[in-house]
C-alpha cells in the first residue's frame, strides 16, 4: 500500500492507495511545526489504526509539501515508522505536465499534483479549484499545459483578519447559514464568507472562460471546498481525494 502526503501551511493530509489505484483511507490533521518525528509517528500509526491497517500495510511513500520546516520532521517519521525513502514532489519528478508559467520553478507542489490527478480523470479544459490556507486556482489547457492560474486569501485567512480588526465582531464557525440574508451577527458572518467564496468562484470560472475561449471543467478540493462548492451556481466537481490520487499516478510514472 501506499502512503501519500500532503503537508500544507493549516493540515496534513494523509492518504493510502492500494494496488487497484483506490483510496482507502484519507485523514487530515493539523500541522504542527513543533511537533517531532516521534510525534508524527504515533499519529500516523494511530491513523492506520484507526482505519483497520498496520505499519506492515505500508510498503512505499510520497509526499508533496509547501512548509519546508515540517518535510523532513515527518520525512523522518515515515523512515523510522516504516522503514521507507520517501519520493518527493518538485524538480526533476515526472508529472506529465507541460508547465508553461514564467518560472515553472514557482509552482507549488500541491498545484502540481492537483493538476496531475485532475488531466488524468476529467476532461480538458481545466480549472482546478484547491481551498486550503489560500485558495489557488490553476488553469490546465489541452495538451496537459499548465498556463497559470490566481491566488487568494483563504476563507479561514480571511475570517481571522475580519474579527482581529473590528471590535464587536466574534469568531465563528464554518458552516452554512440558513439563509444568504443573515438575521443576526454571526449568521451574517458565516452567509458573508461562504457566499462571497462561492461568488468569488464562480466569477473567477466565467472570466477564465472568457479569457481563453472555451468551456472549462471546473473541479474543487481542499478543506473547505465541500462547505463553499454547494453554493456556486456553476457546477464544479467536488473531488476530495484529488491531492491523494494525484500523488498515486505521480509515484507510478516514476517507479514503473
Not at 74 to 102: C, E, H, Q, R, S
Not at 111 to 124: G, H
Not at 166 to 190: R, S
Amino acid at each position: 500500500m501506499l502512503l501519500a502526503v500532503d503537508i500544507g501551511n493549516t493540515n496534513i493530509v494523509f492518504g493510502c492507495i492500494n494496488d487497484k489505484d483506490e483510496v482507502v483511507l484519507s485523514e487530515r490533521i493539523s500541522t504542527d511545526h513543533t511537533a517531532t518525528e516521534a510525534e508524527y509517528a504515533v499519529l500516523l500509526k494511530t491513523i492506520l489504526e484507526m482505519n483497520g491497517f498496520g505499519v506492515r500495510d505500508v510498503s512505499a511513500a510520497i509526499m508533496s509539501s509547501v512548509v519546508p520546516s515540517v518535510t523532513n520532521t515527518v520525512k523522518g517519521a515515515i523512515k523510522k515508522l516504516f522503514g521507507v525513502d520517501v519520493m518527493l514532489t518538485g524538480p526533476g519528478v515526472k508529472t506529465g505536465l507541460n508547465i508553461l508559467i514564467d518560472n515553472p520553478g514557482q509552482l507549488g507542489s500541491d498545484q502540481a499534483v492537483d493538476a496531475v490527478a485532475a488531466i488524468n480523470q476529467y476532461p480538458s479544459p481545466l480549472i482546478v479549484i484547491d481551498m486550503g490556507t489560500a485558495t489557488t486556482v490553476s488553469v490546465i489547457k489541452k495538451g496537459n499545459c499548465y498556463v497559470g492560474g490566481l491566488i487568494m486569501a483563504g476563507m479561514g485567512i480571511s475570517a481571522d483578519a475580519l474579527t482581529s480588526r473590528t471590535a464587536q465582531l466574534p469568531k465563528i464557525t464554518f458552516e452554512a447559514p440558513p439563509h444568504v440574508i443573515g438575521t443576526n451577527t454571526i449568521d451574517c458572518l458565516k452567509s458573508g464568507m461562504l457566499y462571497s467564496n462561492a461568488c468569488a468562484l464562480d466569477g473567477i470560472i466565467e472570466h477564465i472562460e472568457e479569457e481563453i475561449g472555451e468551456k472549462c471543467t471546473a473541479v474543487a478540493t481542499g478543506g473547505l471546498a465541500e462547505l463553499v462548492i454547494p453554493l456556486c451556481n456553476r457546477d464544479i466537481i467536488l473531488d476530495n481525494d484529488l491531492l491523494i490520487k494525484g500523488l498515486g499516478i505521480i509515484y507510478k510514472k516514476n517507479t514503473e
